[in-house]
C-alpha cells in the first residue's frame, strides 16, 4: 500500500512539473507567441513560443495564474481552473493597442515607452481581417495614412502633407525610393504583397537620422513574413493559403506559403496572383463622376461610344503577380544569415485619369494612355552578428540589388501615333547597422549608408496602322543618369531615470548625381549634362517623460531633408493637360524642421486615448512654377503648344494638425475605437500645399467570441472647397465635382462597413465583408478614379 501511495505521488508531481500548456486566440484558434505566464508573487514565470506552449515545471496547485501579452486582455485562472481546461486557455483580443516593441525608429528593436515618434503599427491578424486588395489599401487601413489613387492599378499615401518622393517606402530594411521617384503621385507601393506582411511601421514626421533622404513626412516600414526555425529534431512545417472574391471589381485573388525550418536553416516561399476587372462606383450622389464615354476602335478608326452602365469605370482593370523566395542560414548562434528574392510585375495599368479627359465637350482627348508593365525585382542580402565586444553588440549587414521597370503609353484621339518611354533603374544599397549598449542607462545606434542609381530612359513612337517605329523624347536623359548618396549617422538613446528618456541623433549626407542630353533632336538643351553635387545635415532631439505607469508625454524636434533626384534635376514631362515640366541645373535640397507633441494615457489597460499636435517649416521647397526654356514660355510639347514649367526652391511653406486616436475595451467581447487627422499648410505664396489632405478619420465597434469576430466601421473625410485647394488641383476639373459656382472641388463623404470572420476549425477561416454599404458615389481627394461601390467580399483562409 506504501509502494501505491508513493508511485502516485511521484506521478503527480511529475505529471505536474512536466506539464505543458497552450495558448491561443479565443476568435481564431492561432497559438499566441510571447504570452507571459506568472503567478501572483512573480516568483514563478513562463513564456510561450511561437506554438503558443509553454513548460510549467514550477507551478503546481497552490497558485492562481496570469497570463498576459501587450495585443490581449489580461486573464487571471486558478491553476485547478486551468487544469480542468485541459492546459489551453483561450486569450481574447484587445481594442486597446498596447504593443510594446517597435523597429522602424532606429532600425532595432526598442521599447514603444521609450520612443518619441509618433508610430502606428500595422499586424498581420489586422490585414487578414481587412482583407485589403493593395498595399496601399493595407496602409488605408489604419485610416492614419491618406490614399490618393489615379487609377485602379495604383496608391499614394499622404503623410501630414507629403507624399510621393518626400515619404519614404523601406522593405525587409531597403528603401525603395530611387532615382525617378516623382513628385506627382506614384503607385510603386502596390509592388509589394500585402498577403506575405508580418507587420507594417509608419513613423509620421521626418525620419532622416536613421533614413536619409525623401523621410520629410514620415516613414513607412514594411516586414515580410520571417522563417520559423525548428527548436527541436523534427521540422517546422507551415502552409497559408487564402482564395478571396470581391464584387466591385470583380477581384480574384489567389495566395500560399510555405515555411520548412530546420534548426540552423529554413525556407519560405510565397505566391499571390490578383485579377482586377473594371471597377464599379456607387449609385447615389454625384453624378458628376460617372464615365459616360469611352473611346473603342471599329474599322482602324477611333469611335466614342457610349457607356452602358455610366457607374463602371471602363479601362481600369489589371492583374499582378507577385513572388518572395526566403532562405535563412544560421552557421552559430552569434551569426545569422537571410537571402531574400522579392519579385513582383503586373500587366498593363489603365491611367484613369487621363482616358477621362476631354479635349472638347463631345470628344475625349486620349485613345489609349496605360503604364506598361511595371517590374520590381530584389536580392536583399542581411547578415546578423551577435557579438558582444568595444564596438557593438548586435550588428546587421544589408546588401541589395533592384531591378526597376516601368513605362507610360499614350496616343490621342483618332492619332495612330502610339508614344511609349520606358525607364530601368538599376539600384545597389548597401548597410551596415550596429548597436552598443554603452550602460544600464545609454544606447547608441549608429551606422553607413551608400547608394547608388543608374537610370535608362528609351521612347519610340509607333504608328498603329502601319507598324512604322520612330524616334521619340525620352522622359530622362538619354545618355543615362548616375545618382549616388553616402551617409554617415548616430542616435543616442538614454534612460535619465525610470520616467524620463532622452533621444538625440544627426546624419551626415552626401549626394551627387550626373544626367547627360546627347540626342537634342527634340529639343536644344543649353547643356549636354546636369550635374548635382551637394551635402545635407540633419538632426533631432526627442524627449519621453512618464510621470506613472498610465502618463506618457513626448516631445520631439527633428528634421529632415530630400535632395533633389534625377526626376527633379532631368525630367521632361507633361505635369497636367497643357503644362511641360523641363530641367532645372540649379536645385537644392529642400529641408523640413518638425516639432511634436504627443500625450497618452491608459485607464487599467481597458481604455486608451492619444492626441499628436505637430508644426513643420519646410525650407527650399521644390514646387514648380512658370519657367522659361531657351528664352520661350511656351513649347511644343507631344504636339500640343505647352506652358513650359520647372521645378523651383520657391522659397519656403508650413504645414501644422494633430491626430487624435482612442480605444477602449467595453466589455471581454465588445471593443470601441475611434480617430480622427486634421493638417492644413500653405506655401510663401499663400497657395494650398497640394499633399494635405482634408480632415478624416474613422469609428469602429467591434464583438469577438469563440470562433467569431465581426467589426462595424465608418469612415468620413471632408470638403476642400475650391478656395482650399492648391493651383495645381484647380487646373484638373475633370477629377472633381463642382461646386455652386461652378468650380473644382473635392465634396465630404463617409461610408459604413461591416466585416467579419468564422474559424470553422483550427485550420480553416471564412471571412465575409460589405464595403460601403449606403452604395456611395465618392472620389477620394486628388484621386482619378472614384471609390468602389457596394462591395461584398468573401474569402477562405487555411493555415496548416
Known amino acids: 500500500m506504501r509502494l501505491i501511495l508513493i508511485l502516485a505521488v511521484f506521478f503527480l508531481f511529475t505529471g505536474l512539473s512536466g506539464q505543458t500548456i497552450k495558448v491561443v486566440d479565443n476568435s481564431n484558434l492561432q497559438p499566441i507567441e510571447n504570452v507571459a505566464i506568472f503567478n501572483l508573487e512573480h516568483t514563478k514565470t513562463a513564456l510561450t513560443n511561437e506554438k503558443g506552449k509553454a513548460g510549467l515545471p514550477s507551478f503546481n496547485e497552490n497558485d492562481t495564474l496570469f497570463f498576459q501579452h501587450a495585443s490581449y486582455q489580461d486573464f487571471i485562472l486558478p491553476f485547478s481552473a486551468v487544469k480542468k481546461m485541459g492546459f489551453e486557455i483561450n486569450l481574447t483580443k484587445s481594442t486597446v493597442n498596447l504593443s510594446e516593441f517597435v523597429v522602424s525608429a532606429s532600425k532595432w528593436e526598442q521599447k514603444r515607452e521609450e520612443v518619441p515618434n509618433k508610430i502606428t503599427s500595422i499586424k498581420v491578424k489586422e490585414v487578414e481581417f481587412l482583407n485589403p486588395q493593395t498595399t496601399a489599401d493595407l496602409l488605408g487601413t489604419s485610416n492614419e495614412v491618406f490614399i490618393q489613387k489615379s487609377q485602379l492599378g495604383g496608391g499614394s499615401p499622404m503623410i501630414r502633407g507629403f507624399s510621393a518622393n518626400s515619404i519614404l517606402l523601406v522593405v525587409d530594411g531597403v528603401r525603395m525610393n530611387n532615382a525617378i521617384y516623382r513628385s506627382g503621385n506614384l503607385q510603386n507601393i502596390i509592388t509589394i504583397d500585402p498577403n506575405i506582411i508580418e507587420d507594417a511601421e509608419v513613423i509620421f514626421g521626418p525620419g532622416s537620422i536613421i533614413y536619409g533622404s525623401d523621410a520629410l513626412g ?22 497559408n493559403a487564402m482564395l478571396r472574391y470581391a464584387t466591385a471589381n470583380k477581384e480574384k485573388t489567389a495566395h500560399v506559403d510555405f515555411n520548412y525550418g530546420r534548426k540552423k536553416w529554413g525556407s519560405l516561399t510565397s505566391f499571390s496572383f490578383s485579377d482586377f476587372d473594371d471597377l464599379k462606383m456607387g449609385s447615389v450622389g454625384n453624378d458628376d463622376y460617372q464615365r459616360f464615354d469611352y ?6 478608326t477611333d469611335k466614342m461610344n457610349r457607356n452602358s452602365d455610366p457607374d463602371i469605370q471602363k479601362f481600369s482593370g489589371y492583374n499582378q503577380l507577385n513572388v518572395l523566395q526566403k532562405f535563412k542560414y544560421n552557421p552559430s548562434s552569434s551569426v545569422g544569415l537571410t537571402y531574400a528574392f522579392h519579385f513582383s510585375i503586373s500587366s498593363d495599368i489603365p491611367r484613369y485619369d487621363r482616358l477621362i479627359q476631354y479635349a472638347n465637350d463631345s470628344t475625349l482627348k486620349y485613345g489609349e494612355w496605360y503604364y506598361g508593365p511595371q517590374q520590381w ?14 564596438v557593438y553588440d548586435d550588428a546587421r549587414i544589408t546588401i541589395a540589388y533592384q531591378d526597376v521597370e516601368e513605362s507610360r503609353h499614350d496616343r490621342k484621339f483618332d492619332n495612330a501615333n502610339l508614344r511609349s518611354r520606358t525607364e530601368n533603374v538599376d539600384v545597389v544599397n548597401l548597410n551596415f547597422d550596429l548597436d552598443k549598449k554603452l550602460s544600464d542607462k545609454n544606447t547608441l ?12 530612359s528609351t521612347a519610340q513612337s509607333k504608328n498603329i496602322l502601319t507598324n512604322k517605329v520612330s524616334p521619340e523624347s525620352t522622359r530622362y536623359p538619354d545618355g543615362g543618369s548616375n545618382y549616388m548618396t553616402a551617409a554617415i549617422y548616430t542616435n543616442l538613446k538614454s534612460n535619465l531615470s525610470k520616467k524620463i528618456t532622452l533621444q538625440a541623433g544627426i546624419r551626415y549626407s552626401q549626394v551627387h548625381a550626373v544626367s547627360k542630353f546627347e540626342d537634342t533632336t527634340f529639343y536644344k538643351f543649353p547643356y549636354d549634362k546636369i550635374e548635382l553635387n551637394t551635402g545635407a545635415l540633419n538632426g533631432s532631439l526627442g524627449l519621453v517623460y512618464r510621470p506613472s505607469g498610465s502618463w506618457q508625454i513626448n516631445t520631439n524636434l527633428s528634421s529632415g531633408f530630400r ?22 541645373d540649379n536645385l537644392n535640397p529642400e529641408y523640413a524642421y518638425n516639432a511634436d507633441l504627443g500625450l497618452m494615457k491608459k485607464f487599467d489597460s481597458k481604455i486608451r486615448f492619444d492626441i499628436t499636435f505637430f508644426g513643420t517649416y519646410i525650407d527650399n521647397l521644390m514646387v514648380r512654377r512658370d519657367y522659361t526654356f531657351n528664352g520661350e514660355d511656351s513649347i511644343m510639347y507631344d ?25 477602449a475595451d467595453i466589455t471581454e467581447h465588445i471593443g470601441f475605437r475611434t480617430n480622427l487627422t486634421y493638417m492644413k499648410g500653405e506655401d510663401d505664396q499663400n497657395d494650398p500645399i497640394r499633399h494635405v489632405s482634408p480632415i478624416f478619420g474613422s469609428t469602429s465597434v467591434s464583438y469577438s467570441a469563440s470562433k467569431f469576430k465581426v467589426d462595424f466601421y465608418a469612415n468620413y473625410n471632408g470638403q476642400i472647397s475650391f478656395e482650399n485647394l492648391s493651383s495645381t488641383e484647380r487646373d484638373k476639373p475633370h477629377m472633381y465635382a463642382e461646386d455652386d459656382n461652378g468650380n473644382p472641388y473635392s465634396p465630404a463623404w463617409y461610408t459604413f462597413n461591416l466585416k467579419g470572420y468564422y474559424q470553422i476549425n483550427k485550420m480553416l477561416q471564412i471571412n465575409l465583408g460589405i464595403e460601403n454599404i449606403l452604395d456611395h458615389r465618392y472620389r477620394p481627394y486628388s484621386s482619378g478614379i472614384v471609390a468602389p461601390g457596394r462591395n461584398f467580399i468573401i474569402a477562405l483562409r487555411a493555415s496548416l
Open 377 to 390: 525585382m530584389m536580392h536583399n542580402l542581411q547578415i546578423n552578428l551577435e557579438n558582444k565586444n568595444k
Open 218 to 239: 514620415g516613414v513607412m516600414d514594411f516586414h515580410t513574413k520571417e522563417i520559423r526555425l525548428s527548436h527541436e529534431d523534427k521540422p517546422t512545417i507551415k502552409t
Open 295 to 300: 473611346v473603342g476602335r471599329l474599322e482602324n
Open 639 to 663: 504636339d500640343e503648344m505647352s506652358k513650359v514649367q520647372a521645378l523651383v526652391n520657391a522659397g519656403s511653406g508650413w504645414l501644422f494638425g494633430g491626430s487624435f486616436n482612442f480605444s
Open 445 to 456: 545606434f549608429y551606422g553607413i549608408e551608400g547608394v547608388y542609381n543608374y537610370v535608362k
Open 563 to 584: 535632395a533633389p533626384n534625377v526626376d527633379d534635376l532631368a525630367k521632361v514631362f507633361d505635369s497636367e493637360p497643357g503644362n511641360v515640366v523641363v530641367p532645372n
